[in-house]
């Protein structure tokens, strides 16, 4: 009988703390990729970030503001972070322009 090789143990611990490695789930900004695939790491984690701080935080809050000058204001920020994360930023911009008129979220 053979056996298989054993993983690193740092890798299956990497592994672990990656719900989507688990789940097989795709990255939520996934239909946002501009090859394809949208880069994991702080850029994305920060864009979600601040998309979540959009939506959930209260209304004229310091992290609310935050989130509304970044993802719709800024001539910058949000396009590079974007570009490191591997996403189209016109697309995503125009799709939250589209949830913002929707629901009147600020």
Same mark, same amino acid.
């Given at each position: /009988? ?7 143990? $740092?890798?299956? %611990?990497? #592994? ?5 490695? %688990? ?12 090859? +394809? *695939? ?7 984690? *920060?864009? /979600?970030?601040?998309?979540?701080? !959009?939506?959930? $935080? ?10 509304? !000058?970044?993802?719709?204001?800024? $001539? ?7 570009? #490191?994360? +591997?996403?189209?930023? #016109? ?5 939250? #322009? ?5 629901? +009147?979220?600020?």
């Amino acid at each position: /009988m053979s056996q298989r090789p054993l993983h690193p143990l $740092e890798d299956l %611990i990497l #592994e672990s703390l990656n719900p989507r490695a %688990i789940t097989g789930l795709p990255h939520p900004l996934s239909k946002f990729a501009a090859n +394809g *695939a949208v880069k994991d790491g702080p850029y994305v984690d *920060a864009i /979600m970030e601040f998309i979540k701080d !959009w939506t959930w $935080e209260a209304p004229e809050s310091v992290r609310q503001r935050a989130a509304v !000058w970044f993802l719709f204001d800024s $001539e910058r920020a949000f396009f590079v972070a974007c570009f #490191e994360a +591997g996403i189209d930023a #016109e697309k995503l911009r125009s799709h939250l #322009e589209l949830c913002r008129n929707r629901t +009147g979220v600020n």
